[in-house]
């Protein structure tokens, strides 16, 4: 990434980055060309790249998805329905008014003693049609209630078909409860449902008021008062009454023997005619809307149809929610305008049931969001809708801290709702944004731990720790999964850290041991714990800024956090994927100088970054391993004394990482490590670090042909070896390697002259170049001439007039620097310009 001079109007330089894109981390990472925490990043942007969990190939495909949507079929059904309805209703109510004003009105004394009779049949027959029409559909809701393939039978028994009934209900409720206290009428009532029902009541939910379908007209009934049968009465009532209706109408319009006409009755056969033809027209209307109903119900199959467009086909959800949207979608229609029913969709009228107080529709709704937002098809738009909705939102994530055992399932499909709303940034943004949302989460993690002796709890609520059945595993990966997408946001990572007792939960979840890595029967549940923990963990470590630094803080402060990460490095060979979380999250520790210190200072995590690093090679996660735990080892070094000393302890290790420049692999940071143990590890490791010097012909090698960041650590490590020998045995040296004194001073002009800006994968390689410069003009007055012959000043002045903050720091979170350089590239621009003009200068 050069960056180039741009020369403005008023003559004054300014500095412009030029952006080069960056090759895939999956091509880069090997070669330790990329992902790495000694160049800057984008800020907020992670070391890996995780992978988005929005199908995008869905969005395109299926955008218009509300346009398409299956329950779509279902309101226009209503729709019809409402109009045929509606079309019948108005044709009876003005039949009903003509015959009691015009005909029973005006014509009761002169009307045939059989025409007086068949309206009044007429009309007690539409009536009843009518009355039963206008409660089929309170019956046949009352039929969803409960979910049938939850393995429970309808517990529900109905009170009456009728307003009128219920208020008859009321009354006797009231009469009662003059006579018995409340609670001895709460029992008996309960006593009754129970018998009645032969099975048990469904878990209490904290309801304190009665249904309407849970209280009997009449003891010992049985199915006769059950909704479901009322409502097949009412059906076949409707059914007789039309057909009643359109017999009696067309045999007195075929007969048309009305009596005689008499003074003032010269209008009674046109009055009747029109009476009797709209009850034929009201007849006819409502047989064609049963027929509609039929055809397309029963022949047609569209509930079934629309359950397999909606991907409802398995026994968790049925068919069920289809015929509750139905019934629904038509009480819209038929009680308001016939286009209300339009409006509806299936999430919506799912978030109408999460806000209801009873477990069943509560339980309906969560299972149609659950689905549409697990499907290819319908997830995007289902995602988008609920993520628009604040109340739906925050519903679900009140859900989450439900603790009773009896609401797990409600439970667990809201944390899968939430779990696929946080994989969408932005509605990753409104779920933490939700007051009390992290504490929501939180509550799903659970270890096991007791506290004081007492069973775990959370605010007061229900206590499940002792409940053998509950399924606390479950709740972990989804309370994690849901914790890793949400900290993919940089303020999101600040929210969880800020949550009380959520880092130390979080990293509770790293312990493992012995027994459970090397346990060949360990549950899948488990391992997947450790690794979502880990997941978590290391996206909070790496995040960038300054949360980023109270982040590492935070967790570097909690005793369990190393020795945790410990045991997976010594047990975990088994489990590859665990020890490159591992390793991935002490590297981000590690750029925190107090964490440095604590890894550092851990029994056994040196020893083991070197096992793994120089761990024989076969596989490519195995490259990947060793690399990651190189750069750990790099930045463990970096600046750091005692954790210098701690590497030399090791037998071999300086002899093992020279043969390792050789690696095409592992050479980048073993060459990083070696020079960190040069620069940071004493003077009384002299002689531990003197075998270093026969890695120079490699080295020196590496300057000449190579490019990029080898180049820049190979000259940073020639520095630090040439410091282990005398200006004789730096010329040998060079003649090991075939390379002469002049070629090796135009070869660092030709350096720098190259990278004249600073360059954002090479961000030290200037540095490197001028700390050699000075070395060599210190220890040889040979190269003083030639630099001086080569016009070095030119080019040295050239790096002084365009330095930046890049330069500065040896390691970066994100954009910024972190531990900068005691002295500034432009000091050690001066003191090599000196040198050149023979002035005396020391740095």
């Given at each position: 990434?050069?960056?180039?001079?741009?020369?403005?109007?008023?003559?004054?330089?300014?500095?412009?980055?030029?952006?080069?894109?960056?090759?895939?981390?999956?091509?880069?990472?090997?070669?330790?060309?990329?992902?790495?925490?000694?160049?800057?990043?984008?800020?907020?942007?992670?070391?890996?790249?995780?992978?988005?969990?929005?199908?995008?190939?869905?969005?395109?495909?299926?955008?218009?998805?509300?346009?398409?949507?299956?329950?779509?079929?279902?309101?226009?059904?209503?729709?019809?329905?409402?109009?045929?309805?509606?079309?019948?209703?108005?044709?009876?109510?003005?039949?009903?008014?003509?015959?009691?004003?015009?005909?029973?009105?005006?014509?009761?004394?002169?009307?045939?003693?059989?025409?007086?009779?068949?309206?009044?049949?007429?009309?007690?027959?539409?009536?009843?049609?009518?009355?039963?029409?206008?409660?089929?559909?309170?019956?046949?809701?009352?039929?969803?209630?409960?979910?049938?393939?939850?393995?429970?039978?309808?517990?529900?028994?109905?009170?009456?078909?009728?307003?009128?009934?219920?208020?008859?209900?009321?009354?006797?409720?009231?009469?009662?409860?003059?006579?018995?206290?409340?609670?001895?009428?709460?029992?008996?009532?309960?006593?009754?449902?129970?018998?009645?029902?032969?099975?048990?009541?469904?878990?209490?939910?904290?309801?304190?008021?009665?249904?309407?379908?849970?209280?009997?007209?009449?003891?010992?009934?049985?199915?006769?008062?059950?909704?479901?049968?009322?409502?097949?009465?009412?059906?076949?009532?409707?059914?007789?009454s039309a057909v009643a209706c359109m017999t009696l109408s067309l045999m007195r319009l075929v007969q048309q023997n009305y009596g005689e006409d008499q003074p003032?009755?010269?209008?009674?056969?046109?009055?009747?005619?029109?009476?009797?033809?709209?009850?034929?027209?009201?007849?006819?209307?409502?047989?064609?809307?049963?027929?509609?109903?039929?055809?397309?119900?029963?022949?047609?199959?569209?509930?079934?149809?629309?359950?397999?467009?909606?991907?409802?086909?398995?026994?968790?959800?049925?068919?069920?929610?289809?015929?509750?949207?139905?019934?629904?979608?038509?009480?819209?229609?038929?009680?308001?305008?016939?286009?209300?029913?339009?409006?509806?969709?299936?999430?919506?009228?799912?978030?109408?049931?999460?806000?209801?107080?009873?477990?069943?529709?509560?339980?309906?709704?969560?299972?149609?969001?659950?689905?549409?937002?697990?499907?290819?098809?319908?997830?995007?738009?289902?995602?988008?809708?609920?993520?628009?909705?604040?109340?739906?939102?925050?519903?679900?994530?009140?859900?989450?801290?439900?603790?009773?055992?009896?609401?797990?399932?409600?439970?667990?499909?809201?944390?899968?709702?939430?779990?696929?709303?946080?994989?969408?940034?932005?509605?990753?943004?409104?779920?933490?944004?939700?007051?009390?949302?992290?504490?929501?989460?939180?509550?799903?993690?659970?270890?096991?731990?007791?506290?004081?002796?007492?069973?775990?709890?959370?605010?007061?609520?229900?206590?499940?720790?002792?409940?053998?059945?509950?399924?606390?595993?479950?709740?972990?990966?989804?309370?994690?999964?849901?914790?890793?997408?949400?900290?993919?946001?940089?303020?999101?990572?600040?929210?969880?850290?800020?949550?009380?007792?959520?880092?130390?939960?979080?990293?509770?979840?790293?312990?493992?041991?012995?027994?459970?890595?090397?346990?060949?029967?360990?549950?899948?549940?488990?391992?997947?714990?450790?690794?979502?923990?880990?997941?978590?963990?290391?996206?909070?470590?790496?995040?960038?800024?300054?949360?980023?630094?109270?982040?590492?803080?935070?967790?570097?402060?909690?005793?369990?956090?190393?020795?945790?990460?410990?045991?997976?490095?010594?047990?975990?060979?088994?489990?590859?994927?665990?020890?490159?979380?591992?390793?991935?999250?002490?590297?981000?520790?590690?750029?925190?100088?107090?964490?440095?210190?604590?890894?550092?200072?851990?029994?056994?995590?040196?020893?083991?970054?070197?096992?793994?690093?120089?761990?024989?090679?076969?596989?490519?996660?195995?490259?990947?391993?060793?690399?990651?735990?190189?750069?750990?080892?790099?930045?463990?070094?970096?600046?750091?004394?005692?954790?210098?000393?701690?590497?030399?302890?090791?037998?071999?290790?300086?002899?093992?990482?020279?043969?390792?420049?050789?690696?095409?692999?592992?050479?980048?940071?073993?060459?990083?490590?070696?020079?960190?143990?040069?620069?940071?590890?004493?003077?009384?490791?002299?002689?531990?670090?003197?075998?270093?010097?026969?890695?120079?012909?490699?080295?020196?090698?590496?300057?000449?042909?190579?490019?990029?960041?080898?180049?820049?650590?190979?000259?940073?490590?020639?520095?630090?070896?040439?410091?282990?020998?005398?200006?004789?045995?730096?010329?040998?040296?060079?003649?090991?390697?075939?390379?002469?004194?002049?070629?090796?001073?135009?070869?660092?002009?030709?350096?720098?002259?190259?990278?004249?800006?600073?360059?954002?994968?090479?961000?030290?390689?200037?540095?490197?170049?001028?700390?050699?410069?000075?070395?060599?003009?210190?220890?040889?007055?040979?190269?003083?001439?030639?630099?001086?012959?080569?016009?070095?000043?030119?080019?040295?002045?050239?790096?002084?007039?365009?330095?930046?903050?890049?330069?500065?720091?040896?390691?970066?979170?994100?954009?910024?620097?972190?531990?900068?350089?005691?002295?500034?590239?432009?000091?050690?621009?001066?003191?090599?310009?000196?040198?050149?003009?023979?002035?005396?200068?020391?740095?």
């Amino acid at each position: 990434m050069p960056i180039k001079k741009k020369q403005s109007n008023e003559g004054d330089n300014s500095i412009r980055l030029q952006i080069i894109p960056q090759p895939s981390e999956a091509s880069t990472k090997l070669n330790g060309s990329g992902g790495s925490f000694f160049e800057p990043r984008a800020e907020g942007s992670n070391r890996s790249n995780p992978t988005s969990t929005e199908p995008r190939a869905a969005d395109s495909q299926y955008r218009n998805f509300w346009d398409k949507a299956p329950e779509k079929k279902l309101t226009l059904f209503a729709l019809r329905l409402a109009v045929l309805e509606k079309a019948a209703s108005g044709l009876g109510a003005l039949g009903f008014i003509w015959a009691t004003v015009v005909l029973l009105g005006g014509f009761a004394t002169s009307m045939v003693n059989k025409d007086f009779w068949f309206v009044t049949v007429i009309l007690f027959t539409e009536g009843a049609r009518i009355f039963s029409r206008s409660h089929e559909l309170e019956l046949q809701h009352q039929t969803t209630w409960t979910i049938a393939d939850a393995g429970k039978h309808s517990l529900r028994a109905i009170a009456s078909s009728s307003r009128f009934f219920m208020r008859v209900i009321k009354a006797i409720f009231q009469q009662l409860s003059a006579i018995k206290s409340e609670n001895q009428l709460q029992k008996h009532i309960t006593d009754d449902i129970q018998m009645i029902a032969h099975t048990p009541v469904l878990p209490h939910t904290g309801q304190q008021t009665w249904i309407s379908s849970d209280v009997t007209l009449m003891l010992y009934t049985n199915w006769v008062v059950l909704s479901k049968n009322i409502s097949r009465v009412l059906y076949w009532l409707q059914l007789l009454s039309a057909v009643a209706c359109m017999t009696l109408s067309l045999m007195r319009l075929v007969q048309q023997n009305y009596g005689e006409d008499q003074p003032g009755t010269e209008n009674r056969k046109p009055a009747l005619n029109l009476f009797y033809g709209l009850a034929l027209a009201e007849a006819l209307m409502f047989l064609l809307e049963k027929a509609y109903w039929e055809w397309t119900i029963s022949i047609c199959k569209l509930l079934e149809q629309v359950k397999q467009e909606c991907e409802f086909g398995t026994a968790d959800i049925g068919i069920v929610p289809i015929k509750r949207f139905l019934y629904d979608a038509y009480s819209s229609c038929i009680n308001g305008s016939v286009f209300d029913g339009l409006k509806m969709d299936l999430v919506s009228f799912a978030g109408e049931l999460l806000d209801s107080d009873f477990h069943d529709e509560q339980l309906i709704g969560l299972q149609i969001l659950q689905k549409f937002a697990k499907s290819d098809r319908f997830s995007s738009d289902t995602l988008r809708k609920i993520g628009t909705s604040t109340s739906m939102m925050e519903r679900l994530i009140d859900m989450l801290s439900w603790k009773n055992p009896a609401k797990e399932k409600i439970r667990r499909l809201a944390a899968e709702i939430v779990s696929k709303l946080a994989g969408k940034k932005q509605n990753a943004l409104r779920v933490a944004g939700i007051p009390a949302s992290m504490e929501c989460v939180s509550s799903l993690l659970y270890t096991g731990r007791k506290l004081d002796n007492k069973p775990y709890e959370i605010w007061g609520r229900d206590i499940v720790a002792d409940q053998t059945n509950y399924e606390f595993s479950a709740f972990n990966l989804l309370g994690l999964l849901i914790l890793k997408k949400l900290a993919n946001d940089h303020e999101n990572c600040w929210r969880i850290g800020n949550t009380r007792g959520l880092l130390a939960k979080i990293i509770d979840f790293t312990s493992t041991g012995e027994q459970l890595l090397r346990n060949d029967h360990a549950t899948e549940s488990q391992i997947k714990a450790v690794k979502r923990s880990l997941q978590v963990a290391k996206k909070l470590v790496s995040t960038t800024g300054e949360t980023g630094k109270m982040l590492r803080r935070e967790i570097s402060n909690i005793v369990f956090t190393v020795s945790n990460i410990r045991d997976i490095l010594e047990y975990g060979e088994n489990h590859m994927l665990l020890q490159m979380q591992g390793i991935e999250m002490l590297t981000s520790l590690a750029m925190d100088q107090d964490a440095r210190e604590k890894i550092g200072s851990t029994g056994g995590i040196i020893r083991l970054l070197l096992s793994i690093f120089f761990k024989p090679r076969l596989t490519q996660k195995e490259n990947k391993l060793c690399v990651e735990a190189g750069e750990t080892l790099a930045l463990l070094t970096l600046e750091s004394m005692q954790n210098s000393k701690h590497i030399l302890n090791e037998k071999g290790v300086v002899d093992q990482l020279v043969d390792l420049l050789t690696d095409p692999v592992l050479q980048i940071n073993s060459s990083r490590i070696l020079r960190n143990l040069c620069a940071y590890s004493g003077s009384e490791n002299f002689f531990c670090l003197r075998g270093v010097t026969v890695a120079a012909p490699t080295v020196l090698h590496s300057i000449m042909v190579e490019d990029g960041k080898l180049l820049q650590e190979s000259i940073g490590l020639t520095m630090q070896i040439f410091r282990f020998m005398t200006p004789e045995e730096q010329d040998k040296e060079l003649k090991r390697a075939c390379i002469s004194a002049t070629n090796f001073a135009k070869k660092l002009l030709e350096i720098l002259e190259k990278y004249n800006a600073p360059c954002v994968k090479v961000p030290r390689i200037r540095r490197f170049v001028i700390e050699l410069v000075i070395w060599l003009m210190k220890s040889h007055e040979k190269y003083r001439q030639l630099f001086r012959k080569f016009e070095m000043d030119r080019a040295i002045k050239s790096v002084a007039e365009t330095t930046s903050e890049l330069e500065c720091f040896p390691v970066f979170s994100g954009s910024i620097g972190l531990n900068r350089h005691d002295i500034s590239l432009s000091s050690l621009a001066d003191v090599a310009l000196e040198l050149l003009m023979n002035m005396k200068s020391k740095i």
